[in-house]
C-alpha cells in the first residue's frame, strides 16, 4: 500500500496561482504513475492531470491545458501540481492519487478514476471572482 498527503490548497483571486504538493509513503514511489483529480460540490469526481511512473509521460484534461502543469520528484517521493491563470471554475477539493498497475508503457499516464487505487484525503481550492 501507499499513503498519499496532500498540502497546499487554500483561497486565491482569479488570475492568481497555487502550488499542490503529494507526498508519498509506504512503497516505491516510481512504481506508481500518479493523477490529480478534483471534486466540486454536487459534482462528480474529474480527472485533472496524470504523470507517468517515470515523469517522462503527461496527459492533461483539455480544462486545464496551458495552465496546470504535473511533476514528480521520485527522490523526494512527490509529485507537484503547479497552477496559474486559475479561474472560478477550478474550484473544488483537490485528490492525489496513485496508479500500482504497469499499463504497457512507463510512459502511460492514466486518466480513469478506475485506474487508481490509492487516494490522499484531499486538498480544498477555492478561486475567488
Known amino acids: 500500500q501507499v499513503q498519499l498527503v496532500e498540502s497546499g490548497g487554500g483561497l486565491v483571486q482569479a488570475g492568481g496561482s497555487l502550488r499542490l504538493s503529494c507526498t508519498a509513503s509506504?512503497?516505491?514511489?516510481?512504481?506508481?504513475?500518479m493523477g490529480w483529480f478534483r471534486q466540486a460540490p454536487g459534482k462528480e469526481r474529474e480527472f485533472v492531470t496524470a504523470?507517468?511512473?517515470?515523469?517522462?509521460?503527461?496527459y492533461s484534461a483539455d480544462s486545464v491545458k496551458g495552465r496546470f502543469t504535473i511533476s514528480r520528484d521520485n527522490a523526494k517521493n512527490t509529485v507537484y501540481l503547479q497552477m496559474n491563470s486559475l479561474k472560478p471554475e477550478d474550484t473544488a477539493v483537490y485528490y492525489c492519487?496513485?496508479?500500482?498497475?504497469?499499463?504497457?508503457?512507463?510512459?502511460?499516464?492514466?486518466?480513469?478514476?478506475?485506474?487508481?487505487?490509492?487516494w490522499g484525503q484531499g486538498t480544498q481550492v477555492t478561486v475567488s471572482s
Open positions: 509506504g512503497r516505491t514511489f516510481s512504481n506508481y504513475g
Open positions: 492519487a496513485a496508479d500500482p498497475y504497469y499499463r504497457g508503457s512507463s510512459e502511460y499516464a492514466s486518466g480513469f478514476v478506475r485506474d487508481y487505487d490509492y
Open positions: 504523470i507517468s511512473r517515470s515523469g517522462g509521460g503527461t
